[in-house]
């Protein structure tokens, strides 16, 4: 089983205004690779908030993988990845390029998107956009690598290898 956390970022849905139509797709989408979700919370855009959670889900609830929603893009409220950049010990690249490439498929927006990964401690941390249809096209391309990855990470396999 992986662990899994969802923090969703976003001032409205943290005042009950709207609701989140994202992290019900992470969770269903998760247990593609094994993975249930432990812990969820909305907070407001506000980097406080979500250093502190994301900070939780690796250092006390000790979570292989945590997905962030919201607060990627342009916006002066849209921190997320200043926040995750602040805690994480080393960056993924690959994840959110990946899910750029495949997104600016769809939309030449995807390039203003700002997301980022990164680890902290043994837990994966990935910035996913608000948008349910964005973050079901991300993690269409991310999600198979992933439970390869978190086995790395946990030291329960060593080899990267493909056999093909």
Same mark, same amino acid.
């Given at each position: 089983?992986?662990?899994? +956390?969802?923090?969703?970022?976003?001032?409205?849905?943290?005042?009950?205004?709207?609701?989140?139509?994202?992290?019900?797709?992470?969770?269903?989408?998760?247990?593609?690779?094994?993975?249930?979700?432990?812990?969820?919370?909305?907070? =407001?855009?506000?980097?406080?908030? &979500?250093?502190?959670?994301?900070?939780?889900?690796?250092?006390?609830?000790? &979570?292989? /993988?945590?997905?962030?929603?919201?607060?990627?893009?342009?916006?002066? @409220?849209?921190?997320? %990845?200043?926040?995750?950049?602040?805690?994480?010990?080393? /960056?993924? %690249?690959?994840? %959110?390029?990946?899910? @750029?490439?495949?997104?600016?498929?769809?939309? !030449? @927006?995807?390039?203003?998107?700002?997301?980022?990964?990164?680890?902290?401690?043994?837990?994966?941390?990935?910035?996913?956009?608000?948008? =349910?249809?964005?973050?079901?096209?991300? /993690? !269409?391309?991310?999600?198979?690598? &992933?439970?390869?990855?978190?086995?790395? /990470?946990?030291?329960?396999?060593?080899?990267? +290898?493909?056999?093909?």
């Amino acid at each position: 089983m992986i662990k899994v +956390g969802i923090i969703t970022a976003s001032d409205k849905g943290s005042r009950g205004e709207r609701e989140d139509k994202s992290a019900p797709v992470i969770k269903d989408m998760a247990r593609q690779i094994g993975g249930e979700v432990i812990h969820y919370v909305i907070v =407001p855009d506000e980097q406080t908030e &979500l250093v502190r959670s994301m900070k939780y889900c690796a250092d006390v609830l000790k &979570l292989d /993988l945590v997905f962030t929603t919201g607060g990627t893009g342009m916006s002066p @409220r849209d921190i997320t %990845p200043e926040a995750t950049m602040s805690i994480v010990e080393r /960056l993924v %690249p690959g994840i %959110p390029e990946a899910m @750029r490439m495949r997104s600016l498929a769809v939309t !030449d @927006r995807a390039m203003l998107s700002r997301a980022v990964a990164g680890i902290r401690a043994e837990t994966l941390i990935i910035n996913l956009p608000g948008s =349910p249809k964005a973050v079901k096209e991300c /993690l !269409d391309v991310i999600l198979p690598p &992933l439970k390869h990855g978190i086995e790395i /990470l946990r030291g329960d396999t060593g080899e990267c +290898g493909s056999n093909i």
